[in-house]
């Protein structure tokens, strides 16, 4: 299947630093990108959906100054969390999708955030 | 408000016994359903789909049923292999499939 890369898979950071989470389609060209969030024991929370080339469309409560997404190419979207707090540090993981309006998302490994 | 819920987060089953994992939902708009699999370190890669205008769907030991009438679906593996054991999260959306919404998972432990 398509497979798509994230890094860093682990990172710690100091609160009120920023952090940028790379999402790549490696063998594929994603149209659509979609960023979640994973709390301990928790589902998979939509934060936010980016198509190439236009801005993010962000789910009800989602910061959109504190999480920047940018889809500058067809195989890449960057998550930026600025200043970051304790309370930021989850589990990130990303998905990408061909088409806009079919079901099949290939999903990265993930990103661990821990905010010290 | 979680729309999809699966109420067991985990799960152990005798290889070459039948794993049944469950999920339910709550939103009537819901279109279309999936399971993913996820093993540790790894994205949830998919596993198998239905259509809410089916009731069953089958794909090698893997069947999915609906129940449209009680808003749940369940995963059927049949026989379980150890292979199998890793977390499974179903998931809804919408026909448009904009959006997708996920359970929290059910860790499935497949014993030799």
């Known amino acids: 299947g398509a497979v798509v890369s994230q890094h860093p898979s682990r990172v710690i950071c100091k609160s009120g630093t920023s952090v940028k989470i790379e999402c790549r389609s490696l063998d594929f060209q994603a149209t659509t990108m979609f960023w979640y969030r994973q709390f301990p024991k928790q589902s998979l929370m939509l934060m936010a959906t980016?198509?190439?080339?236009?801005?993010?469309?962000?789910e009800q409560g989602v910061e959109k100054d504190k999480f920047l997404i940018n889809h500058a190419s067809l195989t890449l979207s960057t998550l930026t969390v600025t200043s970051a707090h304790p309370e930021d540090s989850s589990f990130y993981i990303c998905?990408?999708?061909?088409?806009?309006?079919?079901?099949?998302?290939?999903f990265g490994p993930g990103t661990r955030l821990t905010v010290t | 408000d979680q729309q999809v819920k699966q109420n067991s987060p985990s799960l152990s089953v005798q290889e070459g016994r039948i794993s049944i994992l469950n999920c339910d939902y709550t939103n009537s708009m819901f279109d279309y359903f999936l399971w993913y699999k996820k093993y540790p370190a790894e994205g949830p890669t998919f596993l198998i789909s239905?259509?809410?205008?089916?009731d069953k769907n089958e794909d090698g030991r893997f069947t999915v049923f609906l129940n449209k009438s009680a808003k749940h679906l369940s995963l059927h593996i049949v026989p379980s292999q150890p292979g199998d054991s890793a977390v499974y999260f179903c998931a809804a959306s919408e026909y448009n499939f904009n959006k997708f919404y996920f359970g929290s998972g059910t860790k499935l432990n497949v014993k030799p």
């Open positions: 980016s198509n190439e080339g236009s801005k993010a469309t962000y």
């Open positions: 239905i259509s809410s205008i089916k």
């Open positions: 998905s990408a999708r061909a088409g806009t309006s079919s079901y099949e998302q290939y």
